[in-house]
């Protein structure tokens, strides 16, 4: 027997939104309605302001990015796109020198695409533009569901590769990070092809590679060691204030966050450093290429295991749960 199926309806969006300022924006900066939005851009964001001012205009929704701590503009519209915004847009990029600018709108014209492809190509990767379609459906009588198409988005791939020979080419970059800028691309098709829901920052020269926790100031980070034939998983804290009350107040639950993870972690407070790091290691030599894959596949499981059992925790940090009387004592 066939069973029965529901009828999918789409809702105009004024009869759910009445205005752009008082009734749309208010709802996309509610924290489960940005998820929805960075997860279709492929980024964690966290909102920083309503309503900023940049120059003679007023921003719709500023937020950092918490894989690189870069700037994200949203700029929002329930009507089609105009020349207006395209403009506020542009001035939103000089003047925050913001590199993630979203346009998000009922429909794009052609031209406002294109024009969005176009910027793409021609700016660096300190810019990246996207262009989201909203939609609002329902089945029946059910409530009714937000859709986000992406209209346009940043080339990454072609972006990333050609720039990164292009630093090669001018700045004699060393065989040592030439292999760590290999290493991380890989490790990122590696994630691809596991269809992980890990989202990396795009690969570059250096010994560590960040994924996002959750939280501005906090971030885990994959690292290789060539000199000494190690590869780890870490969580940083680099909190500008509150690092060392971070990590103390996850240190109260080492031994439940050690059986969790299932297995014990160096808990480095650095003294002498603004920044903490809870770290694991693992023997590996990174200049093998043959042996990645199975480096690749340690680093996957870990970073994974850190950000189920690190994640919640986090974001649930409050420093002022923790005196400086007490870390004097710890």
Not at 53 to 63: K, S
Not at 146 to 154: A, Q, R, Y
Not at 180 to 204: A, F, H, M
Not at 239 to 264: M, N, R, V, W
Request: one cysteine or more; glycine letters at 4%.
């Amino acid at each position: 027997m066939t069973k029965r199926l529901g009828k999918l309806e789409r809702v105009e969006l004024r009869d759910i939104w009445a205005t752009e300022d008082r009734d749309f924006t208010p709802w996309l900066a509610r924290e489960e309605h940005l998820e929805l939005l960075a997860e279709t851009i492929g980024m964690e964001l966290e909102l920083e302001a309503q309503e900023k001012d940049v120059g003679p205009f007023r921003a719709d929704i500023l937020c950092k990015s918490m894989v690189d701590d870069s700037w994200v503009l949203i700029e929002n519209q329930i009507e089609r796109t105009d020349h207006k915004h395209l403009g506020q847009l542009l001035t939103y990029a000089a003047g925050l020198q913001a590199v993630n600018i979203v346009w998000v709108a009922s429909k794009f014209t052609e031209e406002h695409r294109a024009t969005l492809d176009w910027l793409n190509k021609i700016t660096d990767e300190n810019f990246r533009f996207f262009g989201l379609e909203v939609e609002l459906w329902r089945i029946d009588d059910s409530l009714a569901a937000p859709k986000f198409n992406v209209i346009s988005k940043p080339n990454n791939w072609t972006k990333t590769v050609a720039q990164a020979a292009h630093r090669i080419s001018q700045e004699g970059v060393s065989e040592t990070k030439e292999l760590q800028y290999r290493y991380w691309e890989r490790l990122g098709v590696y994630l691809q092809e596991k269809n992980s829901k890990l989202r990396p920052q795009n690969p570059r020269p250096r010994h560590w590679h960040n994924f996002s926790i959750g939280r501005s100031g906090l971030n885990i980070a994959a690292t290789i060691n060539t000199r000494e034939s190690l590869i780890g998983v870490q969580l940083y804290l680099s909190h500008p204030e509150y690092s060392k009350a971070f990590f103390h107040l996850l240190k109260k639950d080492k031994e439940q966050i050690e059986q969790e993870l299932g297995t014990k972690l160096e808990w480095q407070e650095l003294q002498e450093k603004r920044a903490s790091r809870i770290v694991v290691y693992k023997p590996a030599n990174p200049t093998d290429e043959s042996a990645w894959p199975g480096q690749h596949e340690w680093l996957k499981e870990t970073i994974e295991a850190f950000d189920r059992v690190f994640r919640k925790r986090v974001r649930n940090l409050n420093p002022e749960q923790w005196s400086s009387e007490e870390e004097a004592a710890a």
